[in-house]
């Protein structure tokens, strides 16, 4: 029988519930999404209610971990669906806030009058005073767009990278605290999208403010992500226990991601090409391969070949996220490419 979860809207009802909760003597554990669930996102809950009482889910498209540039505007949603799906897996809360950016600091400016996501009263997913990278440019043009800025990533571009919280020059939403995680967010995904995990630490550094759980459940498939908030857990003090949950994937071996519904049917068949390069050198690595630029150059040329485009393709250490020349102790091997207009991440853990 389906269950009906409560849904809350707003950041002090959802604090409160969880504190008379948690007054009850019950567990909580939050499993943050941006909605468009899939049986990826069910088994992180599934996860989530193996260690606690009560199971919280969060949805929230969040605008701080987009550049303007990036694909905010098309992100999928089915609200709707998403609550279908969750009364069947036994869910107790949804938190669904409109927008966890808006303070309200300016009277001239009522709380709420921004739309879901956090942009001006228009209506269009839109935030017009960044330019089309989300970076205000110096005069140094050697350097590429939006690889660098006052975010501490190299590359030397003079200016401002931003996200699609932040407008220029009146701070109109009134947010500007940020929480960062150094070292763990340069390279991999930190190198092509500087904004991204800034916005991620920041606005789960947020929910769990809220929400406070005892427990928080994060796909590895986002495995650098999944890593940040362990590393911000810990050194920031939350009393969280973060549990990184296995990658689930279509019965084709396709990560399943809620993106993956923008891939059209022959880009689908070839981004199977990541699941089947990773795999293939997963098993040359535990037969002995530990060169990690032969098995990093079978995985691009095989990407390539099926007609995707690389973004990176690196082997980390596990904990550490530092590249390594040779497979000496746990790695990750991960993954992000584009097919046609849709950029999918994949990772795959060696332990040899």
Same mark, same amino acid.
């Given at each position: 029988?389906?269950?009906?979860? =409560?849904?809350?809207?707003?950041?002090?009802?959802?604090?409160?519930?969880? #504190?008379?909760?948690?007054?009850?003597?019950?567990?909580?554990?939050?499993?943050?999404?941006?909605?468009?669930?899939?049986? !990826?996102?069910?088994s992180l809950i599934q996860e989530a209610q193996k260690h606690c009482q009560l199971?919280?889910?969060?949805?929230?498209?969040?605008? %701080?971990?987009?550049?303007?540039?990036?694909?905010?505007?098309?992100?999928?949603?089915?609200?709707? !669906?998403?609550?279908?799906?969750?009364?069947?897996? %036994?869910?107790?809360?949804?938190?669904?806030?409109?927008?966890?950016?808006?303070?309200?600091?300016?009277?001239?400016?009522? +709380?709420?009058?921004?739309?879901?996501?956090?942009?001006?009263?228009?209506?269009?997913?839109?935030?017009?005073? &960044?330019?089309?990278? !989300?970076?205000?440019?110096?005069?140094? =043009?050697?350097?590429?767009? *939006?690889?660098?800025?006052?975010?501490?990533?190299?590359?030397?571009?003079?200016?401002?990278?931003?996200? &699609?919280?932040?407008?220029? *020059?009146?701070?109109?939403?009134?947010?500007?605290?940020?929480? #960062?995680?150094?070292?763990?967010?340069? *390279?991999?995904? *930190?190198?092509?999208?500087?904004?991204?995990?800034?916005?991620?630490?920041?606005?789960?550094?947020?929910?769990?403010?809220?929400? =406070?759980?005892d427990v928080a459940v994060f796909g590895k498939k986002d495995y650098q992500q999944?890593?940040?908030?362990?590393?911000?857990?810990?050194?920031?003090?939350?009393?969280?226990?973060?549990?990184?949950?296995?990658?689930?994937?279509d019965v084709d071996g396709l990560a399943m991601s809620s993106r993956n519904v923008?891939?059209?049917?022959?880009?689908?068949?070839?981004?199977?090409?990541?699941?089947?390069?990773?795999?293939?050198?997963?098993?040359?690595?535990?037969?002995?391969?530990? +060169?990690?630029?032969?098995?990093?150059? +079978?995985?691009?040329?095989? @990407?390539? =070949?099926?007609?995707?485009?690389?973004?990176?393709?690196? @082997?980390?250490?596990?904990?550490?996220?530092?590249?390594?020349?040779?497979?000496?102790?746990?790695?990750?091997?991960?993954?992000?490419?584009?097919? !046609?207009?849709?950029?999918? @991440?994949?990772?795959?853990?060696?332990?040899?």
């Amino acid at each position: 029988m389906a269950k009906e979860p =409560e849904i809350m809207r707003d950041k002090d009802q959802m604090r409160t519930w969880s #504190r008379s909760m948690r007054s009850k003597g019950k567990t909580l554990a939050l499993v943050p999404t941006m909605g468009y669930l899939h049986q !990826g996102h069910l088994s992180l809950i599934q996860e989530a209610q193996k260690h606690c009482q009560l199971t919280i889910v969060s949805i929230y498209i969040n605008p %701080g971990q987009f550049a303007p540039s990036e694909d905010l505007s098309t992100y999928p949603s089915d609200f709707q !669906g998403d609550l279908e799906k969750l009364k069947k897996v %036994g869910v107790d809360a949804v938190f669904c806030p409109k927008n966890l950016y808006d303070y309200a600091i300016d009277s001239k400016i009522p +709380s709420g009058s921004y739309s879901d996501l956090g942009f001006d009263g228009t209506g269009e997913r839109k935030v017009g005073s &960044c330019d089309e990278n !989300g970076v205000e440019f110096g005069k140094d =043009e050697k350097n590429p767009r *939006g690889s660098s800025g006052d975010l501490g990533f190299e590359g030397g571009v003079k200016g401002k990278v931003v996200s &699609c919280v932040e407008e220029k *020059g009146d701070g109109r939403l009134g947010h500007e605290t940020w929480v #960062r995680v150094e070292r763990l967010e340069k *390279g991999l995904c *930190g190198n092509s999208r500087p904004v991204f995990f800034r916005g991620v630490a920041t606005i789960v550094a947020k929910l769990f403010n809220i929400v =406070e759980p005892d427990v928080a459940v994060f796909g590895k498939k986002d495995y650098q992500q999944w890593r940040i908030i362990r590393r911000m857990v810990r050194d920031l003090d939350f009393g969280i226990n973060v549990i990184g949950s296995e990658i689930v994937r279509d019965v084709d071996g396709l990560a399943m991601s809620s993106r993956n519904v923008h891939l059209l049917p022959e880009e689908r068949d070839k981004a199977l090409s990541i699941n089947k390069a990773l795999s293939k050198a997963k098993f040359s690595a535990q037969n002995g391969q530990i +060169s990690c630029k032969e098995l990093r150059h +079978s995985v691009v040329q095989a @990407i390539f =070949e099926a007609g995707g485009r690389v973004d990176y393709a690196e @082997i980390v250490d596990q904990e550490s996220l530092k590249p390594v020349e040779e497979i000496k102790s746990p790695v990750v091997f991960s993954v992000a490419a584009w097919f !046609g207009k849709v950029r999918l @991440i994949d990772n795959m853990e060696i332990n040899v």
